[in-house]
């Protein structure tokens, strides 16, 4: 092993930050009961960041709710293997994860619930994303 390269293992489910340098984070999430659609509570908003999604394995759906003071509408998409995906700083936002699922996440090192927001999700907005889950369009 080189002294000069860190190798850091990933976690098995759930969020874990992986390297923290400075003022950046790496981290990885995998899917965990949370993320499951069915279970999904709330929007989130990072007030100092954008945040960088890398699909590693399996599939992802983010979901976009806008930068307004409330969420608005809620925009599917479907994340794609080899593609990175900034979610800017101040947009609602929330993910759903296959099972065997792992994303990479770059953000700020600072970013922590005090500084990232979260919205209870309407009946409405929890309604649409498990249409769109289940595969149904939604007029």
Known sequence: MSAYIEKVPFPKSCYQPVVDFESWRVAVLKACDDLHPERLKHLQKHLYTDEVFVLLSGSCNLYEA??????????????????????????????????????????????????????????????????????????
């Open 66 to 139: 806008g930068d307004q003071e409330e969420p608005g509408p809620l925009v599917q998409v479907p994340m794609e293997k080899d593609k990175a995906y900034n979610v800017k700083k101040g947009v609602w936002h929330t993910h759903t994860l296959s099972d065997d699922a792992s994303l990479l996440i770059v953000e700020n090192q600072d970013t922590n619930d005090d500084n990232s927001p979260v919205y209870p999700l309407t009946k409405e907005l929890r309604q649409q994303l498990l249409q769109w889950e289940k595969g149904h369009t939604v007029p």
